[in-house]
């Protein structure tokens, strides 16, 4: 990896472990649908403008159905997730629980593609299920009270992470990625809105509320995708993709900085062995001589 591939690896680290900061100072103001709701349709609405710009091809008619399927499962139902553990949990929390993702990939990929499900992958998922349950059971921070529904939250949000990724594999993988995230955030977008206008801001929005919304989207989604595909085009899918074990660290990093928060000793050891975990499920053997490349993938939508 060059040195300029490294400097994007880690701005788009800061980036999505901002997302987690970005969502608990909006979700008590405006909801958690209303949040997920502005951070796709705003992110999805700018992505397709760009591509369409770039002359991408999009392919709405051929592929709608996929769109509208990663839409709500990869985007709209894990932001919306989040965005409700935000009211209730230290940010760096749910980042770490959000390095869950590659475990249930494994568990999906086993289901849905047949794919081996070893005794390394079933020690790392081990691994992690028992640092979520000692961050969900003890509490998360100094004086942090044990929210097993806010955890649980953000484990069926990684959970429809990893099985969008299977789904993609098996039924979608002739999408382009670039149209698969741009459209389907649009989608997920436009899926939640008629939540968000059942459920609606709790009070008075101020402008700068908006403004940070806004930001939040073109930031932490349309910008940081823009980022993702740019380092796998120059470092490989691999490389982007360690990415996840990244983001933990610098939430709890934004977390010290802006709200002078603290983690106990359950949350940093439950983050090391979901890290662990995650670690002994991402680890690839070396592909043999002539071996097919592997694709690219669908950028994780809250860290993504």
């Not at 081996?116 to 000692?134: D, E, Q, W, Y």
């Not at 085009?233 to 603290?262: H, Q, R």
């Not at 940093?268 to 993938?297: D, I």
Request: charged share 10%; with cysteine; proline share 7%.
């Amino acid at each position: 990896m060059s040195f300029k591939d490294a400097v994007l690896l880690v701005l788009l680290a800061a980036i999505w472990g901002a997302s987690f900061i970005f969502m608990r100072a909006l979700a008590p103001i405006l909801g958690p649908v209303v949040t997920a709701t502005t951070r796709t349709l705003v992110a999805g609405v700018f992505l397709v403008a760009v591509f369409w710009l770039l002359r991408t091809r999009l392919d709405w008619r051929r592929n709608w159905r996929h769109y509208l399927i990663v839409g709500v499962v990869n985007s709209a139902i894990p932001f919306a997730l989040y965005s409700f553990a935000a009211l209730r949990l230290p940010a760096a929390v749910p980042a770490i629980v959000n390095a869950l993702t590659p475990l249930w990939g494994a568990v999906f990929a086993a289901l849905l593609l047949a794919d081996r499900f070893t005794l390394r992958k079933a020690l790392g998922l081990s691994l992690g299920i028992a640092g979520v349950a000692l961050i969900a059971l003890r509490g998360a921070g100094l004086s942090a009270v044990p929210d097993p529904l806010a955890v649980g939250a953000c484990i069926l949000a990684t959970a429809c992470y990893g099985f969008s990724g299977s789904y993609i594999k098996r039924w979608a993988s002739g999408v382009a990625p670039r149209a698969m995230t741009a459209v389907s955030l649009l989608f997920a977008g436009l899926s939640l809105l008629p939540f968000a206008l059942l459920l609606p801001p709790p009070g008075p929005v101020p402008a700068q509320a908006w403004l940070l919304a806004v930001g939040f989207a073109l930031l932490c989604s349309a910008l940081a995708y823009l980022i993702y595909f740019r380092l796998i085009a120059s470092a490989g899918v691999t490389a982007a993709l360690s990415v996840t074990l990244l983001i933990p660290a610098f939430a709890f990093l934004w977390e010290f900085l802006f709200f002078d928060a603290k983690l106990s000793w359950a949350a940093l050891v439950g983050a090391a062995l979901v890290l662990s975990g995650t670690g002994l499920v991402a680890a690839r053997r070396k592909a043999a001589p002539g071996g097919n490349a592997p694709v690219a993938p669908l950028p994780p939508a809250t860290a993504k």
